[in-house]
């Protein structure tokens, strides 16, 4: 942000109240009738059009208590922020609730550097920022991501000395931790003299996002008080981690214990995640049976996080039993559809993926990319390689999407399990953008199921080429040749795999027991 200088009064400390005391405004608000119709009986902006109109053709639109309060309507949820900006920079002398009023609006709005552009006015303006500026500036420049010009800001809230403030204070260090400063962010939680929960908070979301989960447990601990915010960000921290979702439903578990708190949906949400990927159907469940009996407020999020945890976990009948109560309630969305036509494609059952897909535009849904990769799934599996073809080229033409490498290696995957390994491969030399290893892994597969080892032999030279450490690669390439009697060349590959270093990932498999995920590897 290009921050403009300061006005000169900007260091002063004392400013004229906002607003006159309670029983002046309720006095002044009744001796004018559409100040009284703002006040109880305005609730569309149509109608504070119209008030508004009426007021500046009586004048009172320049007076400041009449003006704070068309903005505050107008900064109202689900109103328009844009007319409450109008407001502000065309009264004759707005104070500071006109400001702030605005500028939080417009922070919270569909685009916060809106708010930017209001503050750089009220810069200009004889008004200056005070403490209840700053919040929703960081939280815009959060939104956006600008961490730069958060930290600008950051240096006029100290030149301002400002930014000792708690609430201020809490909004920059959520202001780094959101832009990846995890080092700015602890700068500034060091310097809390007291405990202070919103900042632990954000020291927490900061270390987990720099990857450093083990510190942000540290700050966990050391809580003497814990908000459903602070176990929704660690239990969150686990469930992102790498191999630390065991870790998330233990943390969940001990939220149980603990008592203290009551889980909202994030900490639900991440929990069944992590059942799925560890497979632990029964721990799902009993998250389930918890939405339901303490009535958690069902919606599409909740709803696709259930779905996924029992097919991921094998219980493809209570998914679907979930998805069609949800469907018939209106809670399943979009996602809720994917996760459910992407567990059936899983599971082998097309034809139901497919009768989804059939149905999803009569209830007002459009596919998305997610989508188009369940449905590629489900023609794969069941050999229907040309349908799988039909589907890939309507997505572009028919529904804007623009095919990723996801559905590319969909498409080879179908091609190759359907025997077609000639039009799999020009595919993959046609593709946009540069195959990965998975896709020349999917086309190494099926000329391993077809027996076809020039192919797989190119196949596997790519692989290993995109990924010299995918043991994968190795021992499809030696399986391929294996299959056709050449047995020595299989040997040499393997002898090979040795030579470079590359170790065979062991199989792992997890069986959930008596509520315990139990891990094996071979």
């Known amino acids: 942000m290009a921050m403009a200088p300061l006005p000169a009064h900007a260091s002063s400390s004392t400013t004229s109240p906002l607003l006159p005391s309670s029983p002046s405004i309720s006095s002044f608000l009744a001796s004018h009738p559409a100040l009284t119709l ?42 328009d922020a844009a007319y409450a900006a109008r407001l502000v920079r065309h009264h004759p002398r707005p104070n500071s609730f006109m400001w702030n009023t605005a500028i939080r609006a417009l922070s919270d709005g569909p685009g916060p550097d809106a708010a930017v552009a209001l503050f750089l006015d009220m810069l200009q303006s004889p008004t200056p920022p005070e403490r209840r500026t700053f919040p929703s500036l960081f939280a815009a420049y959060a939104r956006l991501g ?62 987990t996002r720099a990857g450093r989960v083990d510190e942000a447990r540290a700050v966990f601990d050391g809580m003497p008080a814990r908000t459903v915010a602070t176990w929704s960000a660690m239990v969150s921290a686990y469930a992102r981690a790498a191999s630390r979702c065991q870790d998330a439903v233990d943390l969940f578990s001990a939220m149980q214990a603990d008592g203290g708190v009551d889980p909202n949906a ?29 009535g958690v407020a069902m919606n599409g999020v909740v709803v696709t996080a259930l779905v996924d945890m029992y097919c991921k976990c094998g219980s493809i009948d209570k998914a679907r039993q979930v998805f069609d109560t949800s469907r018939s309630q209106g809670f399943a969305v979009l996602s809720s559809w994917n996760a459910m036509m992407l567990g059936l494609a899983a599971h082998g059952e097309w034809q139901e993926a497919l009768a989804l897909f059939s149905e999803l535009e009569t209830y007002g849904l459009r596919p998305d990319n997610v989508t188009f990769i369940a449905i590629l799934m489900a023609y794969g599996h069941s050999g229907m390689a040309d349908e799988a073809k039909a589907v890939f080229a ?7 999407v623009t095919p990723g490498i996801e559905h590319y290696g969909c498409l080879v995957d179908a091609l ?21 290893a998975a896709i020349w892994g999917a086309l190494l597969s099926g ?36 299959r056709d009697g050449e047995v020595g060349r299989g040997l040499g590959v393997r002898g090979k795999m040795r030579e470079e270093g590359v170790a065979k990932v062991p199989g792992c498999s997890m069986i959930e027991v008596n509520g315990v995920v139990h891990e094996f590897v071979s």
């Open 416 to 436: 190759a399990r359907a025997g077609m390994l000639r039009e799999a491969e020009d595919v993959i030399r046609g593709m946009p953008m540069k195959p990965d």
């Open 266 to 294: 994030n900490v639900l949400v991440s929990v069944l995640g992590c059942c799925a990927s560890l497979g632990a159907l029964e721990q799902g469940a009993w998250v389930h049976a918890y939405i339901d009996r303490r």
């Open 394 to 400: 309507s997505m572009a033409s028919e529904y804007g």
């Open 146 to 207: 600008r961490a730069d010009d958060g930290a600008a800001l950051h240096g006029m809230a100290l030149k301002l000395g400002l930014a000792g403030d708690a609430y201020t204070r809490n909004s920059m260090i959520a202001m780094y931790a959101s832009c990846g400063r995890a080092d700015e962010a602890l700068a500034l939680y060091g310097q809390c003299e007291v405990f202070d929960v919103v900042a632990c908070n954000s020291a927490i979301v900061a270390l």
């Open 447 to 482: 000329c391993r199921l077809h027996g076809d080892v020039e192919a797989g032999a190119r196949a596997a030279r790519k692989a290993v080429e995109c990924d010299p450490q995918d043991s994968g690669a190795y021992v499809l390439a030696a399986s391929v040749l294996a």
């Open 38 to 79: 703002l006040h109880t009986q305005c609730a569309t902006m149509a109608h504070l059009r119209q008030l508004h109109a009426a007021l500046v053709k009586s004048g009172l639109a320049k007076d400041p208590i009449a003006a704070s309060r068309a903005v505050a309507f107008c900064a109202g949820e689900g109103r």
